[in-house]
């Protein structure tokens, strides 16, 4: 037998043992961080919602957030702001994560505030995704997700950074930053917003492409049930 022929078939075996490896490294410390955050069956949480857009006058908000398995999610501030996330965006760890038809793909490591972090990215197996990629980065030791890109067909590309403190046995942030950038100075679709009157839109001083919605959690009930109503939007 031809002595190349053996070894070229030797280094593409070679490559492709390499790669389903890592795809089984990469699925399983997916499964190992899905596994945490898959404690939280739902939860009621206190916080302190900060809105930061350059053309929007906002004052920090006292917020309750809502969650419950698998997908439900809402943001809700009696006098101001309701925030829903819609089609492809999500600002829940939980929704991101609670997909299973995507490829994940090995994207090698970086490092974030002094922490080694793994990057994985996530192709959608399905056509009619609305997500067309998403980037996390995770610890490989404690399993947390610090940080998440997804870029969506309609709703253009957010990231979310996940800040963990006191809440991290359970998988859930101190803090949670969302960034996404600002389109002919309108909110992303994927977001939903009820004004009072204490919001002034002023587009008069626009410094920046970019806007953020920085969410501070006080404290959470975890696991205690939360009634479904509380999802429903208004009419």
């Known amino acids: 037998m031809n002595m190349k022929r053996v070894s070229f078939a030797a280094s593409v075996f070679l490559v492709l043992a390499s790669a389903i490896a890592q795809a089984q490294d990469m699925n399983e410390l997916i499964k190992k961080a899905k596994s945490k955050i898959d404690q939280v069956r739902d939860y009621q949480a206190t916080a302190l919602l900060k809105l930061n857009v350059s053309f929007l ?54 490092t974030m505030n002094g922490k080694q972090l793994r990057i994985i990215k996530l192709l959608p197996l399905a056509e009619e995704s609305e997500v067309v990629l998403s980037t996390m980065y995770i610890d490989p030791q404690s399993y947390l997700v610090k940080k998440i890109v997804s870029t969506t067909k309609e709703n253009g590309s957010y990231t979310i950074e996940f800040i963990y403190g006191k809440f991290s046995s359970w998988a859930l942030p101190d803090e949670l930053l969302f960034t996404f950038n600002i389109k002919d100075y309108k909110l992303p679709k994927g977001m939903t917003f009820d004004y009072d009157n204490e919001i002034k839109a002023d587009t008069s001083g626009l410094k920046s492409s970019k806007g953020e919605v920085r969410i501070v959690f006080n404290q959470y009930t975890i696991n205690k049930g939360v009634n479904d109503e509380v999802f429903r939007l208004k009419p």
Do not use: E, H
């Open 57 to 110: 006058q906002v004052p920090d908000s006292k917020v309750v957030v809502y969650y419950k398995q698998p997908d439900k999610f809402r943001v809700v501030q009696q006098k101001g702001i309701s925030i829903v996330p819609r089609g492809g965006v999500s600002i829940n760890l939980n929704t991101i994560l609670n997909g299973k038809d995507y490829t994940a793909i090995d994207a090698g490591s970086a």
